[in-house]
C-alpha cells in the first residue's frame, strides 16, 4: 500500500516537473530560440545523415517497385510474348528511368539558365515537416555549403519557397503553398503588384490564394505571376504561377483569384537554392 | 539505463519514419503520426513514468524542427503518456484494441489542439473541413499503423524485461548450487 501511493506521488511529482519544464520552454520560444538551437545543431548530426540514407533507400525502392508494377502490366497484356516482351520492359525501363532523369537534369538546367544571373546550389529533399498542417522541406545542404536565413528556393521552372532555418548541415524550406506563407507577386507583363498567400484548405486541388489585385487591373487566366520589385526578401522575377480565375472582390476595391503554382510540390527531389540574398536599403 | 537508450534509439527511428518515409506513404498528403504510438504505447505497456519519459522525447523531436511554439508537442505527449500509464497492468498485454482506442482518442484531442492554436485563433472557423480532410485521416491513419506495430513495440518491450530477469534468475541458480 505504501509503495503504491509513493510510486503514484513520485510519477505526479515527475509530471509536474515535466509540465514546468515544457512551460519554460514555450514561454522562451516567444523570445529566442537560443535554447532550441544548440538542441538542433547536436541531433541534426545524428538525425541528418540517417535522414539522408533513408532517402536514397526510398528512392532505390521506389524505383524497384515500379519496375516490378510496369513488368506485371506488361505480363497481364501479352502472356504469349511473356518472353520476348519481359527483356524489352526491362531495357524500357531503364530507358525510361534515364530519359526521366534526363528530362529532370535538363529542366534543371533550363532553369539554370533562366535565372543565370544568380548564383545557386543544389540540394536534394531528404524530409518533410512532421506534421500535416504545414508541409515544411528539410534539404541535405546547411550553412558549411553557404546556405543562410532568407535564400530563395527553385525548382523546375518557378519558386518552391524560401530558407527559414539553417544548420550546419540541414536547412529548412518554408514552401508557398504552406498556410502561413506570403509572397508579393506582380503580373509579368504589368508590374501589377499582388499577394500569393498559401492555404492548407485548398491543398486537394494543389492551388493557392491570389490577391489584393486593384480593382482597375485586368487579368487573365493564365497570366504569368512573378515575384515582384517591392518584396524585400524574394529576388524579382521569379516564376511563381498562373493567375486563373481572378475575380472583384466583394468591397470592389480589390480583386483575388487562385494560383497554380508553376513546381509539382507532390514529388520534389531536388532543388536549387539561390545563394544571393536581396539586399534591402534599411 | 539500456532501456531508456533503446528507448530514444526507437524514437529517432519512428522520427525518421515520419519525416522521410512518411513522404512515400503519405495517402493523400496525410502521413500518419508515428511518435505519437511510442508515449501511449509505452505508458500502456510499463506504466506512467516510462510513458511520461518518451512522451517527453518524442514531443520534443516532433518539436525541434518544424514548430514555431517548442515545447508544445512535449507538454502534449507528456500528458498523453501520463494518461496512457493508467492503464498500466489493468488489462492483458495482447488486448491490442485498448492501445488503438488510446491512440483514437490522443491523436485526435492533440490535433485539435493543434488546430486551434495554428488556425482557429487566426479566425480559420471552417472548422468542419480541418477535421474532416486532415484530423480524422490522419487519426485513422495512425490507428492502422498503431495494428501493425503494437506487436513489434511489445516484442521490444517484454525483450527489455526478459534480459533483466533472466540475469537475476542465472545469478540465482548459481548461489543454490
Partial sequence: MRKKFESFLTSKYILIGLTVICLFFIGTSFF??????????????????????????????????????????????NEELQSQVDALTEENNLLKQETYELD?????????????????????VIGISSDNWYSSLTIDKGSDDGIQVDMNVVASGGLVGIVTEVGSNYAIVKTIVEDNSYVSGMIIDTNETCIVQGDVELMDSGMVHLGYFASDVTVNDGDKIVTSNVSDKYLQGILIGYATNVTA?????????????????????????????????? | MKRKVCELVLIVIFYLLQVSVGRVIAVANIVPNFLIILPIIFGFLKGRNEGMFVGFFAGVMYDLYFSSLFGFTALCFVY???YAGFFYEKYEKYEILIPMAMVLVFDFVYEFLCYIGNFLLHNRLNAGF??????????????????ILYKLLAYINDKLDTVKTKKRGVNFDEGSI
Fill in chain 1, 32 to 77: 529566442t530560440d537560443s535554447l532550441t538551437k544548440p538542441l538542433q545543431t547536436a541531433v541534426s548530426y545524428v538525425v541528418v545523415p540517417l535522414q539522408k540514407g533513408m532517402n536514397n533507400l526510398g528512392l532505390w525502392v521506389s524505383d524497384k517497385l515500379d519496375n516490378l508494377q510496369e513488368i506485371s502490366d506488361v505480363l497481364e497484356k
Fill in chain 1, 104 to 124: 529532370r537534369l535538363r529542366e534543371l538546367y533550363e532553369l539554370d539558365n533562366q535565372y543565370s544571373q544568380y548564383s545557386k546550389v543544389g540540394a536534394n
Fill in chain 1, 249 to 282: 472582390d466583394s468591397n470592389n476595391l480589390t480583386q483575388s483569384g487562385y494560383l497554380i503554382p508553376a513546381v509539382d510540390f507532390n514529388n520534389l527531389q531536388e532543388v536549387l537554392v539561390i545563394t544571393d540574398l536581396k539586399t534591402t536599403t534599411d
Fill in chain 2, 80 to 82: 498523453i503518456g501520463y
Fill in chain 2, 130 to 147: 480541418f477535421i474532416s480532410r486532415i484530423i480524422i485521416p490522419e487519426v485513422v491513419y495512425t490507428c492502422l499503423c498503431t495494428l
